[in-house]
């Protein structure tokens, strides 16, 4: 009989042991997780003092925030940082990777070796290229510039090269776990092609070209949308090298919740650019997924 | 067996829930189990001892110090563990629980938000207004009014840390900008007279000469200038002021931005010079911050900074300055004459959950430490003991920027000062006839400061890296900006 009232309900003895099973995970989830991001949400539409809210102002604080001048700027930055990163940050490694995998010798060493530069700490990474960009006679590209006779240069300070440069830091970072992944789809395409194509005779451009790229164009458009996600978030590297500077050319959104945050203490207008942010990121994720579903498909 | 299988499934399934369940419960459990088992094991051993600790207990409290030095100041440790002696003799029901607090931006709210700040603790002399709106910080008033305080507190600082008549804060110094100099780099340009004291600029175009002197002849720096973050901006107010400018003007309770008035464009037009015309700055001034800025004067990287008394410490103790190197004068006058020195306050603030017995304990132990505006045989043991360390730790010692107006402490204040002084007061005479002078003081600019000096940092920060840069369009980018952040903020 209960068996039966229970199938009414949509359970059956078999869930609760599911949901049982899962129970743990979706507490966790809910304590760290969600009720922080709905409090956040909630922050927004308030002021407060310090964190307790104190009154229900609607959506006094999103125009606040977009009204605040250095929003522009940060905005603008944001989607250059994703510019740059598309130009320098996406095809590195998918030059690296087709390199590797041609490579014949050493081919362990040059993995470990690109993979190399992830192991150290970011912000130990931010601090080495900040006394390598340092202007002046005390830089240390500038030292070694100055060996070759070339003149010593702006770099961060200069402010047409900030992004790119602090891109190109994140690159040499980043690329070699990206070229990772591609090489091990490139491992997984199907050698007999390759051998078939040699056989008729293509060269190393033409087996790139034709069998290659097509097969890792999948994977490309995955992880292009990843590191779309990923820069829309950068923080520290600008905030460490720069703080945003010189005259705002490379603060980001990120770096506006943080001093909204940190600097000014005014938690809910943190709360509000926050939740702006994830909305962003909803969208792109979605995307995400469904570019990921169709490649399932 | 299946069906035991499931069940023992089931089982651990509610254990790791329950398990989860405790972890998240409240803090005040796990100290009320410590507190059990300590009581427990207490009556194992002697139980009439068991009752009379809690007895005590009931009336003992406790006083965290934040402002206790950090593990690797040794001998600061020491001085401290002489006041706690001296405290406890008085105090015998006072635990004082050490717990060095470095005030910083991002820790501090988990701390007053989680009852964790310690009852005393030093900030930071931006933070004041922002922790008593964010009412982290305890209303004092009342046990200053007690004792007798609240007239003796420097009435600009007393501004700084009081919200609508109530106090929440106290000074631990004052402080006015000047200019701190290293004697070695002027010696080496030549810029010393017949006593070979430095030659200090009266007006800032004499500094950027000097500057200029000392770079041609030793290749370092001749100022260093901040541009990293808000202090640039702090410390460019200073100067436009000398330059005639007033940067926020108010009417009727409200705020003007004044920010791009001829006199701040002419000031920052200077500043533009010193990196073009003069080329006298540091490396990279955008990415100069207060502490840096000790460091390029300490190790002998720039030859001037502008900083304040309370900070002698800096370029010696810090970055190894030797005592007798460093000058501090007047900051430079500008073009018709005006000179000032940006005034203010370092705080001691007290948590806001401390008790007023707290506060009181807390405040009798800056009584000792001769930090407060009264004088007894234990203040001036502890002042004396405090200049002492300087001297041992090759800091100078010189006055105090006058913090409380209690004319015996500052008595008091200046005798430590001539029987400790361990530098040629000479080197540090302008400075102090300068803030002696009427009208030479002036606190930071009203309305929002900080914002203020955000827009003032970008244009510091566009002049610097761009020899093109318009000054004057900048100047009314930066004069909109604030004013646009003064009507959302401040002018509601």
């Not at chain 1, 960009?133 to 003149?151: A, C, H, Q, Y």
């Not at chain 2, 010393?192 to 720096?221: F, H, M, N």
């Amino acid at each position: 009989m209960k068996a039966v009232s229970n199938k009414k309900l949509g359970i059956s003895k078999k869930d609760i042991s599911g949901w049982l099973i899962m129970l743990p995970t979706i507490i966790l989830f809910a304590f760290f997780v969600w009720e922080p991001l709905g409090e956040s949400v909630r922050l927004s539409l308030y002021t407060a003092k310090g964190i307790r809210l104190q009154e229900f102002v609607g959506l006094d604080n999103y125009a606040l925030v977009l009204n605040h001048p250095d929003f522009l700027a940060a905005f603008k930055n944001t989607f250059t940082y994703i510019l740059w990163s598309l130009i320098i940050g996406f095809f590195t490694p998918i030059i690296m990777a087709v390199l590797i995998t041609e490579t014949v010798h050493f081919k362990g060493l040059f993995k470990i070796g690109v993979y190399f530069p992830n192991i150290m700490p970011g912000m130990a990474m931010v601090m080495m290229w900040g006394f390598f960009f340092r202007p002046g006679d005390t830089g240390v590209l500038n030292i070694l510039l100055s060996k070759l006779g070339i003149e010593s240069m702006e770099w961060l300070t200069n402010p047409k090269l900030t992004i790119p440069l602090i891109i190109a830091t994140m690159t040499w970072k980043g690329a070699g776990s990206t070229a990772l992944i591609y090489m091990a789809g490139i491992n997984g395409i199907n050698p007999e092609l390759y051998e078939a194509a040699t056989l008729d005779g293509a060269g190393i451009r033409q087996r790139v070209r034709f069998i290659t790229l097509p097969n890792i164009f999948s994977l490309g458009k995955t992880l292009l949308i990843l590191q779309v996600i990923t820069v829309f978030q950068i923080l520290y590297e600008p905030l460490v090298m720069t703080n945003g500077g010189p005259n705002n050319r490379s603060i980001s959104i990120m770096q506006l919740v943080f001093n909204y945050a940190f600097r000014d203490y005014n938690y809910p207008a943190a709360a509000a650019l926050s939740v702006m942010i994830c909305i962003v990121l909803v969208i792109l994720s979605a995307f995400y997924f469904k570019l990921t579903k169709s490649k399932e498909d | 067996m299946k069906k035991f299988k499931k069940l023992i499934s089931l089982l651990l399934c509610a254990l790791l829930v329950m398990s989860t369940l405790i972890a998240c419960g409240k803090k005040d459990d796990t100290q009320e189990t410590t507190q059990g088992t300590s009581q427990e094991d207490a009556n194992s051993t002697t139980p009439t001892q068991a009752t009379e600790a809690t007895d005590a207990a009931a009336d003992n409290i406790q006083l965290t110090l934040g402002i206790w030095p950090e593990d690797t100041l040794t001998a600061d440790i020491e001085l401290h563990e002489g006041y706690v002696k001296t405290f406890n003799a008085s105090h015998p029901n006072v635990e004082v629980v050490p717990a060095y607090y470095k005030y910083a931006t991002d820790t501090f709210v988990p701390l007053a938000e989680s009852g964790n700040l310690p009852t005393i603790f030093e900030s930071w002399f931006t933070e004041p207004q922002k922790l008593i709106a964010g009412g982290y910080v305890a209303d004092i008033t009342d046990e200053l009014e007690a004792r007798g305080w609240i007239d003796k507190i420097n009435p600009s600082i007393k501004d700084l840390l009081s919200k609508d008549g109530r106090i929440y804060g106290i000074p631990r110094d004052g402080y006015a900008l000047g200019l701190m100099i290293n004697v070695e780099l002027f010696k080496e340009a030549g810029l010393v007279d017949a006593d070979g004291r430095p030659i200090y600029p009266k007006t800032w175009t004499e500094l950027a000469e000097s500057a200029k002197k000392i770079k041609d002849a030793t290749g370092q720096a001749g100022l260093c200038l901040l541009a990293k973050d808000n202090a640039g901006g702090w410390h460019f107010s200073n100067i436009a002021w000398a330059f005639g400018a007033t940067l926020t003007t108010e009417q009727d309770g409200k705020f003007a931005a004044n920010v791009d008035s001829p006199e701040a464009i002419a000031a920052m037009e200077y500043v533009k010079s010193l990196k073009w015309e003069y080329d006298v700055l540091t490396a990279d001034p955008t990415n100069e911050d207060w502490g840096s800025g000790f460091a390029e004067l300490g190790t002998g990287a720039a030859a001037m900074y502008i900083a304040a008394n309370d900070a002698v410490n800096q370029p010696t103790q810090v970055n190894g300055l030797p005592v007798d190197q460093l000058a501090m004068c007047a900051l430079p006058a500008g073009p018709s004459g005006d000179q000032f020195s940006l005034s203010g306050g370092t705080p001691y603030m007290f948590s806001k959950d401390a008790t007023p017995d707290q506060i009181n304990a807390a405040l009798d132990y800056l009584e000792i430490m001769g930090k407060a505006p009264v004088v007894t045989d234990d203040a001036i043991a502890g002042m004396k003991a405090d200049a002492q360390n300087k001297v041992a730790n090759g800091v100078p010692v010189i006055p105090r920027f006058p913090c409380w107006i209690a004319d015996d402490v500052l008595k008091a204040e200046n005798d430590i000062v001539t029987e400790f002084g361990n530098v040629d007061t000479k080197l540090f005479d302008s400075y102090f006839t300068a803030i002696k002078t009427q009208g030479n003081l002036r606190t930071e600019e009203p309305g929002s400061a900080q914002d203020l000096y955000a827009e003032l940092t970008k244009v510091l920060q566009a002049v610097i890296t761009d020899k093109n840069a318009d000054v004057t369009a900048l100047m009314k980018t930066a004069d909109e900006n604030y004013q646009k952040l003064l009507d959302s903020g401040v002018n509601k």
